[in-house]
């Protein structure tokens, strides 16, 4: 689930499809959910972030990346996504921005343990630069997480056998 259709999505659309994702765009914008939409994401949904986000309830297979235009934007993004059942959430933004946004939804009753979760900055610290190699780098991290969440633990019973 992406939240914002700039010029980061794209790649991060056309790499999440290529690797089996479902990918779901929330767009304000008509021209930018046109791109998304050509960039071959599987739903767009072209409304305000709050209304958009109303419309995805969330599961423990959720994968949601906040790659808006602007702090306001993200915390109206991450204020709806902390209370809904997620595996990820990433949000893209200076530190300074994403302190503030943080700090906002903090003070708005989040949950302290979901927010010291959150990935950002968002993807492998690889030093990208281009849209692309951020897409990467958050398309990674994405990877990274699903397969620790899908690794089963082995748990030791005190005789030696494993369930």
Same mark, same amino acid.
């Given at each position: ?11 991060? #659309?056309? !790499? ?9 765009? !929330? ?5 930018? +959910?046109?791109?998304?939409?050509? +960039?071959?994401?599987?739903?767009? #949904? ?6 958009? !986000? ?60 979901? #927010? ?18 951020? +897409? #990467?780098?958050?398309? +990674? ?23």
């Amino acid at each position: 689930m992406i939240c914002g259709g700039g010029h980061v999505s794209m790649p991060i #659309i056309q !790499l999440g499809r290529q690797i089996g994702c479902y990918v779901t765009v !929330l767009e304000d914008r008509p021209k930018f +959910a046109d791109n998304a939409r050509r +960039a071959g994401a599987d739903k767009v #949904i072209c409304d305000t972030f709050e209304a958009g !986000l109303e419309q995805i309830p969330g599961d423990s297979d959720t994968f949601f990346v906040i790659v808006t235009r602007g702090h306001v934007y993200d915390r109206i993004c991450l204020e709806s996504i902390v209370r809904k059942p997620h595996a990820y959430i990433g949000m893209m933004g200076s530190h300074r921005r994403v302190a503030q946004v943080k700090h906002s939804v903090l003070e708005n009753g989040a949950d302290p343990q979901v #927010i010291s979760q959150l990935h950002s900055p968002i993807g492998l610290d690889i030093k990208a630069e281009t849209p692309e190699e951020i +897409a #990467i780098s958050i398309m +990674a991290e994405i990877i990274q997480v699903r397969i620790r969440i899908n690794e089963e633990p082995v748990i030791r019973m005190k005789s030696g056998m494993q369930s």
